[in-house]
């Protein structure tokens, strides 16, 4: 339903950790795991209610700002939005800036709101990920290398002659 290349995906309520009516505990949003578009998640860690380890210049953060800020969605798609993922909207409600918007798709735990016409963010490109592989399997190598020579070397021996 959400291709890779049709905009990243904004989440609400924001933030990595959920609480689901449904789980027993707390646990880390699967969407980034589930889906084939870009999820922007800023990593905020929060530590008895204080942000710790933000990065307010980020996309991520800038995304999740708007939406808190009321943002609707055609200033989301200025940021490469494509969708706008509600999670338990019953419980979390909607973003203020998609009142009068119509979701693609509702469930009992998930509501999707399209945002038409994003900017596309371009990502790394093949050869770029390309490069990136042939430098990690360059650099493993002589880790191995180094750890092989280390290995063979066979310290010195000592003789009790050459100690008297």
């Not at 999740?64 to 509600?86: C, I």
């Not at 998930?110 to 038409?116: F, G, K, N, S, T």
Request: proline share 9%; net charge neutral.
């Amino acid at each position: 339903m959400i291709p890779k290349d049709q905009g990243a995906v904004a989440l609400w309520p924001a933030g990595m950790a959920r609480e689901y009516s449904f789980a027993p505990t707390q646990s880390l949003d699967p969407a980034r795991r589930l889906l084939r578009a870009p999820v922007l998640e800023d990593g905020e860690l929060e530590i008895d209610g204080k942000p710790v380890d933000a990065d307010p210049s980020s996309r991520a953060a800038q995304v999740r700002l708007a939406l808190e800020e009321g943002a609707g969605p055609k200033d989301l798609a200025s940021h490469g939005v494509g969708w706008v993922l509600v999670e338990e909207p019953d419980r979390n409600g909607r973003p203020s800036g998609f009142a009068s918007a119509t979701p693609v798709f509702r469930g009992d735990y998930l509501a999707l709101y399209r945002v038409q016409n994003p900017v596309i963010v371009a990502g790394a490109s093949s050869a770029d990920r390309a490069i990136m592989i042939v430098v990690h399997v360059a650099w493993l190598a002589v880790l191995v290398l180094a750890c092989l020579v280390a290995g063979s070397r066979t310290p010195p021996r000592v003789s009790i002659r050459s100690l008297a």
